[in-house]
């Protein structure tokens, strides 16, 4: 599996591909940032991330991609900025329908160090660790970028098996659920009467 990992930005929006699949050795195919001017007008910083991201899945076309769920900040304009890089990287890959994949930091840290609660340092040594790097990727936020595409490759393959298998399941056929079922027949009945 060949994973995008996107860690969004505006100013540095890192990028990251790795090649893998769980219980297996992971590959970095590549890695690096794509940039905008800070004091340029929103539209076009976003149109160059766009550009950028388009590149990126041009290049490397990746089987996914990974990008950092946008949690809540104390400063309004950074998350907004972080929102809007997040949907340009969705829009880029679902328009060449590519799955795309949101995970949180902590999931990412957890995934990546064991620990939820990881510090930036910790999570550059153990993606330069695990991807067998000469150096530390940098800025930071390459190496945010690879430690997503790494979460989802170790994460993201166990959800989509258990999502299959449920899929498959037949379904439950239990006393409770048909109980369940019937009550809730004549309720939605009397609300659709005229």
Not at 57 to 71: G, Q, S
């Given at each position: ?88 990287a969705m829009l880029c890959a679902t ?100």
């Open positions: 599996m060949r994973v995008l990992g996107v860690d969004p930005g505006l100013t540095r929006c890192g990028v990251g591909v790795v090649d893998g699949a769980p219980g297996r050795p992971l590959k970095m195919a590549g890695v690096g940032v794509v940039r905008t001017p800070a004091d340029a007008e929103i539209g076009p910083r976003l149109l160059l991330v766009e550009q950028g991201i388009e590149a990126w899945l041009e290049e490397y076309r990746p089987d996914m991609v990974a990008v950092e769920r946008v949690f809540a900040q104390h400063n309004v304009r950074t998350v907004m900025g972080t929102a809007q890089a997040s949907a340009v328009r060449r329908g590519i799955p795309v994949t949101l995970h949180t930091p902590s999931e990412v840290k957890a995934a990546v160090t064991g620990s939820g609660r990881a510090d930036k340092a910790q999570v550059t040594a153990m993606v330069t660790r695990l991807l067998r790097l000469d150096a530390p990727p940098k800025p930071a936020d390459a190496a945010d970028a690879l430690a997503l595409a790494i979460c989802h490759i170790w994460r993201g393959a166990a959800a989509g098996r258990i999502a299959a298998a449920v899929a498959k399941a037949p379904p439950a056929r239990s006393a409770a659920a048909a109980a369940v079922r019937a009550a809730a027949r004549p309720a939605v009945r009397q609300e659709h009467r005229p």
